[in-house]
């Protein structure tokens, strides 16, 4: 009769199972379930035997007490591709995932502790756009994490740029922060467009004096007084500002490394600030009147409303676990790198991040710094490096359809329904039998 109460218990968890499944059809990026059941215990009623040199072996003899559910398996194989028109949705075709999270973990993620990175949640679900706080960030308002653009490469500091970079290549930072629009300034220019500094006022003509700019400790001061006749040339124009990393930090050496041999590692920085004007004060947001993504690299880009100029805003960051269908589901199209899940490993799509130089594996930064500092380990060299996200791909103007097979799930709607069935009659004739 338990057997047969722990059959009923088991059944209609299944149908759970299947009930959230078909109620899930229309969501976009779910997972269907998969219920396992495993026989729940045995009791050994006589012990088996490998026989003897006058008796033959004999196997054991076991009873059955009932079922259990094993486990619930989800499917994280790609869906089907819905398109939606949107430029901003997309769906991941491969088993990486979305990077999303409040604004204030970005300050959390310690490179030395696992703990922090895994806080980030993961999601296959694209339904982003940048919000009206300059954010990118999906319907329930999360935002997505990723690396930004920090400025262009110029002739003075291609020497230190990965091969093939060219002068106007966009110039990525190695933090994993929200992704957001740069800022956007009005600006000073000469006559070829260099952007120079007003120093004030000229006692005698009472127009303005100007000067070019030069960059200390990341803030532009006063450099070459111009003439008056190039100051009479002188417009004004509005200019992108870019997210500026922390004092004294270059985009190639993003943050210093403490200790030495097996004890190195990097330290923790500060996040990537605002664009801000030559006054500390953060900067009002560029506004975009077209965003795409490039489906091949994962990079954002869009034209700015006040300059019609093309911008490179930052690029998506993917992370890959070990074993996709071992992640922890914490709502219906977002999971955690738990326990089951393996390492977590943040990449991005093709060849986009060879700028940035870094790989993050379970919240460890692994920076190409041997050339710096020699007393680093080989390991940790060796593993400095930015792999792709493999085969995930991006598709855009569209979002992946719920993994819930209709025809599958009333199927099995129906063997559960007649399992249930079943055990209803091992209770009843149980009944019968010691009435």
Do not use: W
């Not at 679900?125 to 994490?145: M, W």
């Amino acid at each position: 009769m338990y057997a047969g109460i722990a059959g009923l218990k088991t059944h209609m968890q299944n149908l759970n199972v299947i009930g959230n499944n078909i109620a899930n059809i229309n969501t976009d990026g779910y997972k269907a379930g998969r219920s396992v059941f495993q026989t729940a215990l045995y009791t050994q009623v006589r012990g088996g035997s490998d026989g003897s040199t006058t008796t033959g072996a004999r196997n054991p003899a076991q009873l059955g007490y009932g079922v259990a559910l094993g486990t619930v398996d989800i499917d994280m194989s790609t869906g089907s591709y819905k398109p939606t028109g949107k430029t901003t949705d997309c769906m991941l075709d491969g088993d990486g995932f979305l990077l999303m999270g409040d604004k204030t973990v970005a300050g959390m993620i310690d490179p030395a502790d696992p703990n922090t990175f895994t806080a980030l949640t993961l999601s296959r679900t694209g339904d982003i756009e940048f919000k009206s706080d300059g954010y990118l960030a999906n319907r329930n308002g999360d935002v997505v994490y990723g690396f930004l653009c920090v400025g262009t490469y110029t002739e003075a500091n291609l020497a230190g740029a990965p091969a093939g970079t060219k002068a106007g290549d966009p110039m990525f930072s190695d933090q994993l922060v929200p992704i957001r629009l740069p800022g956007m300034v009005e600006v000073f220019v000469d006559k070829n467009g260099n952007e120079v500094m007003q120093t004030g006022v000229d006692q005698t003509t009472g127009k303005p004096t100007y000067s070019t700019i030069k960059y200390e400790n990341g803030k532009p001061v006063a450099d070459t007084e111009l003439s008056e006749e190039e100051a009479a040339k002188v417009t004004s124009t509005k200019k992108v500002r870019y997210p500026t990393a922390f004092a004294g930090a270059t985009p190639k050496d993003p943050r210093p490394v403490t200790g030495t041999g097996a004890d190195a590692k990097p330290a923790l920085a500060e996040t990537l600030k605002d664009a801000v004007d030559e006054n500390g004060e953060v900067l009002p947001f560029a506004q975009f009147d077209t965003i795409s993504f490039d489906e091949k690299t994962g990079l954002i880009s869009g034209t700015t409303k006040d300059t019609d100029q093309r911008v490179i805003i930052g690029m998506f960051a993917i992370g890959n676990v070990t074993n996709p269908n071992g992640v922890t589901q914490v709502s219906a199209t977002q999971y955690k790198a738990g326990a089951g899940s393996g390492d977590l490993t943040i990449t991005t799509l093709g060849n986009a991040g060879k700028d940035v130089g870094i790989e993050y594996v379970n919240g460890s930064l692994y920076e190409a710094r041997r050339a710096v500092d020699n007393t680093l380990p080989a390991e940790l060299g060796d593993r400095a490096r930015v792999n792709s996200a493999g085969s995930t791909s991006l598709i855009t103007g569209g979002l992946e359809m719920s993994k819930t097979d209709l025809a599958t799930e009333i199927a099995n709607m129906i063997t559960t329904q007649r399992g249930y069935q079943a055990n209803t009659r091992i209770i009843t004739v149980t009944d019968s039998m010691l009435e």
